[in-house]
């Protein structure tokens, strides 16, 4: 009786944090002001049916999940209990997942990513996740796009005004009608690797890739923001 009742409890608070969360996210992303270049190759990428890995940093993941919602973009999500919550989230914003990290599941992740990959699919990595180093690429992320063989597309994010976590990766929560860019950089190939330090060096490559595309997102801020204030003159 006890034990029944401490899983209706526990049931029952998921679901209110669950619904807070989305409540939350989803009024603060609707209040948003994107600008969003590079869309075309992103649309490229999910029509072509050659399957992919769109690849951005852990900390700057809310945005794109709302911009990026209803594809059936397939996500890897942690099998931990924050995970759970994670899950439900993403999947109420359209997309699919395969439950693993490199701290729990890994094999079962791996092979299902790659699976979806070669059946046309493209997955959403975070290639620091799910605990670090922040911005730094796991070698696994590496191995997935070079044994599926497949495109591999950078994504920047920026915001102008947002909150930061005190989690490891200082996750962005963007505040209300903040302005945003995200920018769907030109895809890259990550080749056949011989040993580990060919694959650090791929993995050193990839994170300069979603760096630069970082990088190209403020950019877009700034450039949206002086076109304001010329209109404004």
Not at 25 to 31: G, L
Not at 60 to 71: A, E, S, V
Request: aromatic share 8%; net charge positive; hydrophobic share 40%.
């Amino acid at each position: 009786m006890v034990g029944a009742l401490k899983k209706l409890l526990k049931k029952i608070r998921f679901e209110i944090i669950w619904r807070l969360l989305w409540l939350v996210s989803t009024a603060i992303a609707y209040t948003v002001r994107f600008t969003v270049k590079g869309s075309e190759r992103f649309e490229d990428l999910l029509s072509s049916r050659k399957g992919g890995i769109i690849a951005l940093w852990h900390d700057r993941t809310m945005l794109p999940i709302f911009w990026c919602r209803g594809r059936g973009i397939w996500s890897i999500i942690s099998p931990s209990a924050d995970g759970d919550l994670q899950d439900r989230l993403v999947r109420s914003r359209g997309y699919r997942t395969i439950r693993g990290s490199s701290g729990g599941n890994a094999v079962r992740a791996f092979l299902g990513a790659a699976k979806r990959i070669r059946d046309g699919g493209v997955v959403a990595i975070t290639p620091d996740g799910p605990r670090g180093p922040a911005k730094v690429v796991q070698l696994g992320t590496i191995l997935l796009a070079e044994r599926s063989e497949c495109e591999v597309m950078p994504v920047g994010v920026a915001c102008d005004s947002a909150w930061r976590l005190g989690s490891w990766d200082k996750h962005m929560i963007p505040k209300p009608f903040a302005r945003a860019a995200i920018y769907f950089g030109e895809t890259i190939k990550i080749p056949q690797c011989a040993n580990e330090d060919e694959r650090k060096l791929q993995a050193e490559r990839l994170a300069e890739a979603i760096n630069e595309a970082d990088r190209k997102a403020e950019t877009l801020l700034v450039e949206k923001e002086n076109d304001k204030i010329a209109r404004d003159i």
